[in-house]
């Protein structure tokens, strides 16, 4: 008897969605019972259908994908989640695996790749894509490589600053970020002054550009 796999998507580009849900159709075995096209939904959706593996883009509107990984894992562990992304970076493997990404997986690896990652992380272990593979180990044996990471300015934000960094860079407003996070706007501003500070950015402007050369949005 086939043990089936319910498997929820999340990814803010409907072509590329519609492709991963073509491409795991082929296996009978994996059971597409979602589709979430940002953070926020991946979020709701999994509390809702507690599915057994979600794979996440870690660049979407309103709460990235890593914030949503770290949010998912906490209130249910036994989700298994694999980020799909194009991002081959250190810091963004790292981020993703410490939020409790059991695989990463890049856009341009092929369906076999995925159907390993699948695989892998269902039973327990920890996939990485080839393609960022030794990218990684060296990271890791770089002596100093803790102080690299966390010397990198986005990673001194606290969730929240992070959360209402994208959503100006997206261009809300103060009073727009505060009615989508639910906290008043003076609140909204504090984590604004400081996120500029500690992002030593002058202007939404400059936000908005840190924010697309860094990948944060779009």
Not at 124 to 139: A, E, H, N, R, W
Not at 185 to 214: G, I, W
Request: with cysteine; net charge negative.
């Amino acid at each position: 008897m086939i043990s089936i796999t319910n498997i929820i998507i999340a990814e803010d580009h409907a072509i590329l969605r519609d492709g991963l849900v073509a491409l795991l159709a082929t296996s009978p075995e994996l059971n597409i019972i979602a589709e979430a096209s940002d953070g926020s939904s991946a979020i709701k959706l999994a509390r809702q259908l507690c599915p057994d593996l979600i794979l996440m883009d870690l660049n979407m509107p309103n709460i990235n994908g890593t914030e949503a990984i770290t949010t998912i894992l906490k209130e249910n562990p036994a989700i298994k989640i694999v980020a799909l992304t194009g991002h081959k970076s250190e810091e963004y493997v790292r981020a993703a695996l410490e939020a409790g990404a059991a695989g990463y997986v890049l856009k341009d690896d092929t369906h076999n790749v995925l159907l390993t990652a699948i695989e892998h992380v269902l039973n327990g272990d920890t996939y990485l894509s080839p393609g960022i593979c030794g990218s990684v180990i060296k990271g890791f044996l770089k002596p100093d490589y803790r102080s690299d990471i966390s010397d990198h300015s986005w990673f001194q934000l606290t969730k929240r600053e992070r959360e209402v960094t994208k959503l100006i860079a997206e261009g809300n407003k103060s009073r727009e970020v505060a009615e989508f996070l639910s906290i008043s706007l003076k609140t909204v501003e504090k984590h604004r002054s400081n996120l500029m500070r500690k992002l030593d950015l002058h202007s939404v402007s400059e936000l908005t550009k840190y924010a697309m050369e860094n990948s944060i949005i779009s």
